[in-house]
C-alpha cells in the first residue's frame, strides 16, 4: 500500500507539473512586461500564503515554505530526489525496530517459555497446568499489545487531526486561486466539496472507523482468550466494514469531483468568453486589452496550478513518515506471529498476528484518508486547466 502511495503521488504531481507547465509555455515570454510581473505577484500576495507559512512553521516542518515551493515550481517545476527518500525510509525502519525491539523480544520469550511449560509438565496434569498458564501468559501478553495498539491508535489520530488541519488552511487559499484562473463558480462548488472531504475525515474516519478498528482489535484479543472463538465473524464484519466504507467514499469523490468537472467550469468558460468577446470589439485597444487579459488568465492558472502541486508535495511530506511508521509496525508484527507460528501455541500467535492486522486497518484509513485529498486536488487542477484552454 506504501508503494502504491508513492506511485499514486509521482503520477498526480507529474501531472498537475505537467499542466502548470504546460500553461507557462503557452504565455509568451517576450511580450510578459513588468506590468504582468507585479500582477502576479501581487494576486500571489492576494491568496494567503503567509497563512499556510505559519502553519508549517508551527508543525515544525524546518525551512520548508509553501508560498517558496509556489514560486519554486513555477519557475522550475517538479524536482524529486530518490535519494533523500531512501535515507528517510531507511531512518524510519532502523527506528521503528529498535524502538519496538524490547517488545518483540518480549512477546517471544512469553511465546517460547509456555512451550517450554508444555514440554516440562507430566502428562497427568498437562491440562490443568496448560490451561492455567496460558491465562497467567495470555493476560500479560494482552496487556503489552495493548499498549502497542493505543501507542499506534494516538500516531493515527495524530496523523489524521494534521491532515485536515493543513487542508482547513489550505482550502481557503486554493479555492482563491481559482476565482483568479477559472471563475468564481468553480472556485464555490469546489470550496464546498472540499469543506465535505474535511468533514468526513473529522467526523466518520475519526469518530466511526477509528473507534470500529479499536473495538476490533479488543474482540480478537478476546476471541483468541477462549478455546470457543465466539467474536469470530463479528470480527470479520468489522474488519471488513472499514474496507467498504473506504472504498466507496473514494468511489463516490472520484464520481462527485468528474460530474462537477463538467459542469462548473463550463459555466465559467462561457463567462470568460461573452466577456473576451466584449473587451474585442473595444475599437483601437480591444486586441491589446484580449492579449493581456490572456496573459494574465494563463499567469492565473499557473498560479493554481503551482499552488495545487504544492498542496501535493506538502501533503507527501506529512503522509510519509507516519505511514511507513505504520506499514513497519504492520511487518514487524505480522512477521513475528510467522516466526511464533511453528513453535508456539496458536493462540498465542493469533493474538500477535491481530495487531498486525490492526495496523493494517489503521494503515487503509491513513491511505484512503490523504488519497481523497490527492485525488481531489489533482482532478481540480486537471479539470479546471483543460476547461479554460
Do not use: H
Not at 32 to 56: A, P, W
Not at 85 to 104: C, M, P, T, W, Y
Not at 340 to 349: M, N, T
Amino acid at each position: 500500500m506504501l508503494l502504491l502511495f508513492t506511485g499514486v503521488f509521482v503520477v498526480l504531481l507529474q501531472t498537475v507539473s505537467l499542466a502548470a507547465a504546460d500553461e507557462t509555455a503557452q504565455a509568451p515570454k517576450t511580450d510578459v512586461t513588468e506590468d504582468i510581473q507585479e500582477e502576479t505577484e501581487s494576486i500571489l500576495g492576494d491568496l494567503g500564503l503567509s497563512d499556510v507559512d505559519s502553519y508549517l512553521q508551527q508543525e515544525g516542518n524546518g525551512q520548508l515554505t509553501f508560498s517558496g515551493l509556489v514560486r519554486d515550481l513555477m519557475k522550475n517545476g517538479l524536482a524529486f530526489e530518490f535519494s533523500s527518500v531512501g535515507k528517510a525510509v531507511r531512518s524510519v525502519i532502523v527506528q521503528d525496530f529498535q524502538e519496538n525491539r524490547k517488545s518483540l523480544l518480549q512477546i517471544l520469550t512469553l511465546a517460547i517459555a509456555f512451550s517450554i511449560l508444555l514440554q516440562m509438565t507430566p502428562s497427568a496434569q498437562k491440562t490443568y497446568l496448560a490451561d492455567t498458564g496460558f491465562l497467567g501468559i495470555y493476560l500479560i501478553l494482552m496487556l503489552l499489545l495493548l499498549k502497542l495498539f493505543l501507542l499506534m491508535t494516538g500516531t493515527v489520530e495524530g496523523y489524521l487531526a494534521k491532515l485536515t488541519d493543513f487542508m482547513q488552511v489550505l482550502q481557503p487559499v486554493f479555492c482563491l486561486s481559482m476565482v483568479f484562473s477559472t471563475g468564481s463558480m468553480s472556485a464555490g462548488v469546489y470550496y464546498e466539496m472540499l469543506l465535505l472531504l474535511i468533514f468526513l475525515i473529522e467526523t466518520v474516519f475519526v469518530k466511526i472507523l477509528l473507534p470500529v478498528v479499536q473495538v476490533y482489535m479488543v474482540l480478537q484479543l478476546i476471541n483468541y482468550m477462549m478455546e470457543g472463538q465466539r467474536f469470530t465473524r463479528i470480527a470479520c464484519f468489522l474488519s471488513n466494514g472499514v474496507k467498504w466504507c473506504t472504498k466507496a467514499f473514494l468511489t463516490a469523490v472520484i464520481g462527485f469531483n468528474f460530474v462537477q468537472g463538467l459542469l462548473a467550469p463550463g459555466i465559467d468558460g462561457v463567462k470568460r468568453s461573452v466577456a473576451a468577446g466584449a473587451v474585442r470589439i473595444v475599437p483601437g485597444i480591444g486586441q491589446v486589452m484580449n492579449s493581456t487579459t490572456e496573459i494574465l488568465a494563463g499567469s492565473a492558472m499557473l498560479i493554481k496550478n503551482s499552488v495545487g502541486a504544492a498542496a501535493l508535495v506538502i501533503l507527501a511530506v506529512i503522509s510519509f513518515l507516519p505511514l511507513l511508521k505504520i506499514a513497519v509496525l504492520m511487518l514487524l508484527y505480522q512477521g513475528c506471529a510467522a516466526l511464533l507460528e511453528p513453535v508456539a501455541d496458536k493462540r498465542i500467535c493469533a493474538a500477535t498476528a491481530a495487531l498486525g492486522q490492526s495496523a493494517a486497518l489503521f494503515l487503509r484509513l491513513m491511505f484512503y484518508a490523504v488519497l481523497l485529498f490527492f485525488l481531489s486536488i489533482a482532478v481540480i487542477c486537471t479539470v479546471t486547466t483543460l476547461s479554460a484552454r
